[in-house]
T-cell receptor, first 110, second 117 residues
Framework: SQKIEQNSEALNIQEGKTATLTCNYT??????LQWYRQDPGRGPVFLLL?????KEKRKERLKVTFDTTLKQSLFHITASQPADSATYLC?????????FGAGTRLTVKP | DAGVIQSPRHEVTEMGQEVTLRCKPI?????LFWYRQTMMRGLELLIY????????DSGMPEDRFSAKMPNASFSTLKIQPSEPRDSAVYFC???????????????FGAGSRLTVL
């Protein structure tokens, strides 16, 4: 069966450091992968999208990589800030089938 | 645009009662998705519509769940009868297929938190 795993339920880092979140998957061949941010009591908000033929995508302090051989995506937040504290979800998409990982709760400490 | 609007935000009901959750998607979006989120199972896709037509309802847990989209600006998710294990946050999301990208990017509502006692 298809499985999506995001590294650890929680990640704590110091302000200014780079946060790296991992999304691994099995038994699935996504056409593209998306990352969302979810704050408590709110719905997920789209951040970035990367296609299967792309290796890397950047947006301001965010960087996403996608390795279809390793079946893994890495999500980086550079120069992290306390305001980056949230849960981050990866979503694998093929056609209109979109499956989410359980999320990683990131806490950036001042 | 006000975004995706869901109601009610919170619902507490007793087992056996009917629950109806409502969603107004973003105008112009032709896809609508219903998700359920729990601590144990994360975000699960229940059903999605394209141009008001249900496309995939394989995620609907059982016959107690039903969803409708009578027009482009309104959808409902109904649970009848409700059970305690249905307690979760239910999200509605809408999107449009971006031309040339083949990518659906979802805009989520704030969710409806359902508690079944």
């Amino acid at each position: 069966s298809q499985k999506i795993e995001q590294n650890s339920e929680a990640l704590n880092i110091q302000e200014g450091k780079t946060a790296t979140l991992t999304c691994n998957y099995t038994n699935y061949s996504p056409a593209y992968l998306q990352w969302y941010r979810q704050d408590p009591g709110r719905g997920p908000v789209f951040l970035l999208l990367i296609r299967e033929n792309e290796k890397e995508k950047r947006k301001e302090r965010l960087k996403v990589t996608f390795d279809t051989t390793l079946k893994q995506s890495l999500f980086h937040i550079t120069a992290s800030q306390p305001a980056d504290s949230a849960t981050y979800l990866c979503a694998l998409v093929r056609d209109n089938d979109m499956r989410f990982g359980a999320g990683t709760r990131l806490t950036v400490k001042p | 645009d006000a975004g995706v609007i869901q109601s009610p935000r919170h619902e507490v009901t007793e087992m056996g009662q009917e629950v109806t959750l409502r969603c107004k998607p973003i105008s112009g979006h032709d896809y609508l998705f219903w998700y359920r989120q729990t601590m144990m199972r994360g975000l699960e896709l229940l059903i999605y519509f394209n141009n008001n037509v249900p496309i995939d309802d394989s995620g609907m847990p059982e016959d107690r769940f039903s969803a409708k989209m009578p027009n482009a600006s309104f959808s409902t998710l109904k649970i009848q009868p409700s059970e305690p294990r249905d307690s979760a946050v239910y999200f509605c999301a809408s999107s449009f297929l971006r031309v040339g990208s083949g990518a659906n990017v979802l805009t989520f509502g704030a969710g409806s938190r359902l508690t079944v006692l």
